[in-house]
């Protein structure tokens, strides 16, 4: 197949939207941004050995480049609106790319995000997707505005995807589907905007990601027997000395770590709770100046490795 | 160098613009778009060993990523204003990033555009960069909108790019600027939008982008003694038998082909005059469905290949 092929077959496949003035197959795209609202753009690349696997099937790999844009939108309280994507592939292989598409605009769909425009390279396999979200200017969360004194709290359960990691081929299939297809928590994004004082997504592992929610001079204090766990994480990991350095440290989970006043504590799990999502309080923010993670019963927990670096 | 210590590095170099709400280092970036104008987006790759070679200078690749992705936007008559970058980097090389941020913002900043997000991931070396630009919605110029009887002219000269390959080691500085650090024409595109039909920048190739233009049933034909060319492609090539292929079909231009009716002939050049930039005629549209070549003397020129395609 040539390139113009190739694009003819994305495009065949896109949504067709009334806010997209010009689509696929043109210079660039040309959108309808809502009036009065701010405009939320990120970017996240997924590296063939280092994000995926080449033996997973291409829809898996489709998917998860839309869920970990998807993610960063959600954790801006934005609402996700336009895909593009910049494909290097490194032969021409149609059947890779339906499947692709399969992952990537089924999970783009339900949030009615359409695939607007995007790039096609011939190289080595790297998926670059960028998102475009709004937001009500005066509801953008940010990162690094937690207080002392605010809860720290977490939505869904950690710890899934680093299982699948450090399990691999004997991973059972609960936990490989956390790795492989995280569902990005768009929805409980936008719920918690309004009650929280900072959000991040969880891709770094826990701890790492914490250390961006917490300004100048700030620590927290994580209780680990509060973190929450799926059954299959505890059937997998039954010893929760191993299983939590899985859930500070693993990272991957695309679930969102915020921080909210205590008083916010009832109304936040209120609205995650309508969505069929547990927010769970983990422990608190101090003015430390550190990260300590304690046991029920008192005791300090030895920190393992603070999270991910791409370079580390 | 950690992945965090590089996005310090890159941010400490980026522009701090009020219409940027929140800018590096957050889960996504947060704008202000300009009420009552269409936003515009595109994103393209630079792949080693496809768009540049590993003994080019960091700072000409940043500034070759900038300009492709620019170029874009120019051919929309659309106004960029602010980049994300997507590195894919083999190692932590802050040297390199430091060139490369050198001509990447080195020519994002003359058009006041921002670098507000991006991503960093260990990988083969993959240049990803998206740019969000506004627009007029009264004044999007479309490529398939071009019709019979329109001029078809473009801004610049043809083939600098093409013989810097061509004659790879022994090309003249002059051929080599142009392949390295192409200057988008983003002013030009602006100053033609209410000018001309159609409009698409020359990056696969004059021919193959002429194909772009050119709706249902409409054809073209081109005089290719009247293509525009530079006094160090006349020097290289003075044969113009063997110019006008890579005048034709070589690519990597980035200038801008427009289609326009005969009575804007004179306000389009006027328009480009003022910056400095010639606009030339080089033949016209009709309706043979066909695109032909012809020389001054009405002989046929026997077309060469029809331009760049990523996995021809």
């Known amino acids: 197949m040539t390139e113009f092929a190739l694009i003819a077959r994305i495009r065949a496949r896109a ?17 309808q941004p809502q009036s009065g ?16 696997r080449a033996d997973w099937p291409a829809a898996d790999v489709g998917h998860l480049a839309a869920a970990v844009n998807l ?8 609402r996700p609106r336009w895909a593009l994507l910049a494909l290097t592939l490194p032969v021409a292989d149609e059947r890779w790319l339906d499947g ?21 390279s011939s190289g080595p396999l790297n998926v670059g997707v960028q998102l475009l979200g709004d937001v009500d200017p005066a509801c953008v969360v940010r990162r690094g505005s937690a207080r002392a004194g ?9 710890g899934d995807a680093a299982a699948a990691l450090a399990l691999a081929d004997t991973a059972p299939a ?28 969880v891709s770094d592992g826990l701890l790492a990601d914490l250390g961006h929610l917490l300004g100048h001079g700030l620590g927290a204090r994580i209780t680990v027997d509060d973190l929450p766990t799926s ?52 422990g608190s ?13 008192g005791t300090d927990l030895e920190l393992p490795h603070g999270g991910w670096d791409h370079f580390g």
Chains 1, 2 share one sequence.
Do not use: K
């Open 71 to 78: 993610s960063d939108i959600a954790a801006m309280g934005a």
């Open 37 to 52: 609202r701010a405009l939320v753009a990120t970017t996240d690349s997924l590296v063939l050995d280092r994000h995926f």
């Open 285 to 297: 923010i101090d003015r430390s100046g550190a990260i300590e993670c304690i046991q029920a019963d």
């Open 231 to 282: 059954p299959a994480l505890a059937e997998s990991f039954p010893e929760p000395t191993r299983r939590w350095p899985l859930q500070l440290s693993g990272g991957n989970d695309y679930e969102l770590l915020v921080s909210l006043a205590p008083d916010r504590r009832e109304s936040a799990q209120a609205r995650c709770a309508a969505l069929g999502l547990p927010l769970t309080v983990i």
């Open 150 to 158: 605010d809860l720290l709290a977490v939505t869904g359960t950690l």
């Open 174 to 201: 609960a936990l490989r589907e956390r790795l492989r297809r995280p569902l990005p928590r768009v929805a409980a994004g936008q719920a918690l905007a309004s009650q929280v004082s900072a959000m991040i997504d």
């Open 100 to 120: 692709f598409l399969d992952g990537f605009l089924g999970l783009c769909d339900p949030f009615d995000v359409g695939l607007v425009g995007g790039n096609l």
């Open 15 to 31: 949504r067709t939207d009334d806010d997209v003035l010009v689509g696929i197959g043109d210079d660039a795209a040309v959108l």
